[in-house]
């Protein structure tokens, strides 16, 4: 049977995916610390050390769930990676209520144990898909350019959600006072939740793995070797290195983002246009970023954009903007440099993996990504655990209807701050770390064509 050609189908059944998992992650990352706090009144600092051990925990079996497809490829289709999304996507959806679920009316330690193991449950599931879904993108094509194409797309779907999805989300957690509504969260999770599912199906139907591997069946797993093979691939450490800093912005920010607009600024509503006003930067971004990245090289596209979010995101933390809207527009034009690195990091993540079968000769995509995605879960673990420990050392007092001034003023330097970081981060792991020039790259590309080719014929 003649296998599908790679092509719009592929890249917009890659953008469901992302979609998928977005519609619960965004939603858990960005509001998850905002229920927990103003609905079931739990302490800020608990929050932080739940967040801490949890996502230490997901991080460390991130290595165990990825290696699976490695390990046992199962059903009868030869997919090596869908089989085990079908299994975890129910799973996920399901998480989202569970952390959504207002128990503010249990006692004090059956609240805290539900919150928990909800949050628990839930990284374990969006492993669970997030998983075999990045590694997806190396066995749907070999191709440096249609793989630059499906970053984009995967990038795509998290800005989908989180301009259609999360920009909405104000409207139903909050009134027009500005009050935190309980019952608009669990509403929220429920459409989300059947959106994952949707999107999930998706992606199944409409992507097709095309690059086949020996089938294996219970090969074990050496996880040494593998982290050894990482210790010794440098691009990979260098993307680990600027991916931390990206995670530390997707998530610290996203998470302090509604403190701000409540608390510094008393106007939570503006958090729709939030998302919406990211709409025109990404419809300018899209069709320009494979084309430049072509041009000029992956890496370099980033190191300008990054370098150019640091410079706008320093003034804004140095330079308190009072007005709302004035702050909203010029915060957007300084972080319209991730765009770029949104776009572009999963390229570089199949680069990397590439770059460990050039070094080795071995190949073992899931094991791989999940290594990379440690980096992830490291960088979201910090976000969550500083702004979690950083209301509580600034002195935000969960419950109660408003803050104090000078906590206000504080969670602005929070919020602004992140971003810095996050540039500074990024311009080592990319600009210092990672060595894979274009022509570089070229030639390792090169030289993998030329092995495959030569195994084929034997």
């Given at each position: 049977m003649e296998t599908k050609k790679f092509g719009i189908r592929d890249q917009v059944g890659y953008v469901c995916g992302d979609m998928a998992g977005s519609f619960v992650n965004l939603y858990v990352d960005a509001f998850f610390l905002t229920f927990c706090t103003y609905v079931l009144g739990i302490k800020a600092t608990w929050m932080g050390t739940l967040f801490l051990f949890a996502r230490l925990w997901d991080a460390f079996n991130d290595p165990m769930i990825g290696s699976l497809p490695d390990r046992w490829q199962i059903g009868k289709s030869g997919d090596k990676f869908k089989p085990y999304i079908r299994i975890a996507m129910i799973p996920l959806a399901v998480s989202g209520l569970l952390c959504f679920t207002d128990v503010s009316s249990f006692g004090s330690v059956a609240k805290h144990v539900w919150v928990a193991v909800a949050y628990i449950f839930y990284g374990m599931s969006y492993t669970g898909t997030s998983m075999p879904y990045g590694s997806m993108a190396s066995v749907i094509t070999n191709d440096p350019i249609e793989r630059t194409k499906l970053s984009r797309a995967r990038s795509i779907g998290g800005t989908i959600v989180g301009i259609g999805g999360l920009s909405l989300v104000p409207q139903f957690i909050f009134n027009k006072a500005g009050d935190v509504v309980p019952s608009g969260f669990m509403k929220v999770a429920i459409v989300f939740g059947a959106l994952s599912l949707l999107s999930y199906v998706l992606l199944l139907r409409l992507t097709t793995e095309r690059v086949r591997q020996p089938r294996v069946e219970g090969q074990k797993f050496n996880y040494g070797k593998v982290l050894g093979n990482v210790v010794k691939n440098r691009p990979m450490l260098g993307v680990m290195l600027a991916t931390v800093g990206s995670l530390l912005y997707i998530t610290g920010n996203s998470q302090l983002g509604s403190f701000l607009y409540k608390e510094y600024y008393h106007a939570p509503q503006v958090l729709t246009l939030v998302s919406l006003i990211s709409v025109p930067i990404m419809l300018v971004f899209f069709p320009i970023i494979p084309k430049l990245s072509q041009k000029f090289g992956k890496r370099n596209v980033i190191l300008f954009c990054s370098s150019y979010n640091l410079v706008i995101s320093a003034i804004l933390f140095l330079v308190p903007i009072p007005n709302v809207y004035l702050f909203l527009i010029l915060n957007t034009l300084a972080v319209s440099g991730q765009t770029a690195f949104t776009m572009l990091i999963w390229a570089f993540v199949t680069d990397c993996i590439d770059y460990s079968e050039?070094?080795?000769?071995?190949?073992?995509?899931?094991?791989?990504?999940?290594?990379?995605?440690?980096?992830?879960?490291?960088?979201?673990?910090?976000?969550?655990?500083?702004?979690?420990?950083?209301?509580?050392?600034?002195?935000?007092?969960?419950?109660?209807?408003?803050?104090?001034?000078?906590?206000?003023?504080?969670?602005?330097?929070?919020?602004?701050?992140?971003?810095?970081?996050?540039?500074?981060?990024?311009?080592?792991?990319?600009?210092?770390?990672?060595?894979?020039?274009?022509?570089?790259?070229?030639?390792?590309?090169?030289?993998?064509?030329?092995?495959?080719?030569?195994?084929?014929?034997?």
């Open positions: 050039y070094q080795t000769g071995e190949r073992s995509d899931g094991s791989m990504y999940s290594i990379y995605t440690f980096s992830r879960k490291i960088g979201s673990t910090l976000a969550s655990t500083i702004a979690s420990f950083s209301l509580g050392a600034i002195g935000y007092i969960s419950g109660i209807e408003a803050q104090t001034e000078t906590v206000a003023h504080s969670i602005r330097y929070l919020c602004t701050g992140i971003p810095v970081v996050t540039c500074i981060l990024e311009l080592i792991g990319i600009g210092v770390v990672y060595n894979l020039t274009k022509e570089k790259t070229n030639e390792m590309y090169a030289e993998l064509n030329r092995r495959r080719d030569a195994e084929s014929r034997a």
